[in-house]
């Protein structure tokens, strides 16, 4: 899978837009970006998937360059409930089965 | 819908003690079952994954080792725990039947704490 890289940190206010952008310079033809969120003491829980340019939902929009080497994820707006650390991937999709490499993810702090 | 249910939720075990935690999904058939492990402050790492009844691949080399004795049903294991093995277990499944991309949703977690 494709190695990636992510801020370890970012700090944010209620309101705020925040985005984090993920760099994956040595993505393939195939592979997607998948972008999760774990909060403390659960499971990550996906948000978002994307190949190429934008995909919005009801949660986040995934922003992917014409280049596809870094991806950015947007929280629109962010809640001190959206304090968590997000998990930036890339793998092959379609394959039936995937092991999906978690790095250190971004640990976002919402503060009042 | 599917569910997936791991327990205990937390475990406080010494060393040298056994483990046997166990993972069941419910409402699909023929999942790719995953354990992962995550330490303080760390990202998650794969331990073992399955992609069928008797079928155990693992990642690592370890004190651990895993079962799947049902489609739905995963257990990890160990006969002798060491405190490096402290962390945070958490199990997922994946390849949901007619999905087009392989996420993985993931259970609540067993919080094992070896002293």
Request: proline share 6%; net charge positive.
């Amino acid at each position: 899978l494709a190695k990636t890289t992510q801020p370890i940190s970012m700090d944010s206010y209620e309101g705020q837009e925040v985005n984090i952008t993920c760099s994956h310079n040595n993505i393939a033809t195939n592979d997607y970006i998948t972008w999760y969120q774990q909060f403390p003491s659960q499971g990550p829980r996906f948000i978002i998937q994307g190949y190429k340019t934008k995909v919005t939902n009801e949660v986040a929009s995934l922003f992917i360059p014409a280049d596809r080497k870094s991806s950015t994820l947007s929280l629109p707006r962010v809640s001190l409930s959206d304090t968590a650390v997000y998990y930036c991937l890339v793998g092959p999709m379609n394959t039936g089965f995937q092991k999906l490499v978690f790095g250190t993810g971004t640990r976002l702090l919402v503060s009042p | 819908s599917q569910t997936i249910h791991q327990w205990p939720a937390t475990l406080v075990q010494p060393v040298g003690s056994p483990l046997s935690l166990e993972c069941t999904v419910e409402g699909t058939s023929n999942p790719n079952l995953y354990w992962y492990r995550q330490a303080a402050g760390r990202g998650l790492q794969l331990l073992f994954y399955s992609v069928g009844i008797g079928q155990i691949s693992s990642e690592v080399p370890q004190n651990l080792s895993a079962s799947r004795p049902q489609d739905r049903q995963f257990i990890l294991s160990s006969k002798k725990l060491l405190l490096s093995d402290s962390g945070f277990y958490l199990c997922a499944w994946g390849g949901a039947s007619g999905s087009v991309t392989d996420t993985q949703y993931f259970g609540p977690g067993t919080r094992l704490t070896v002293l």
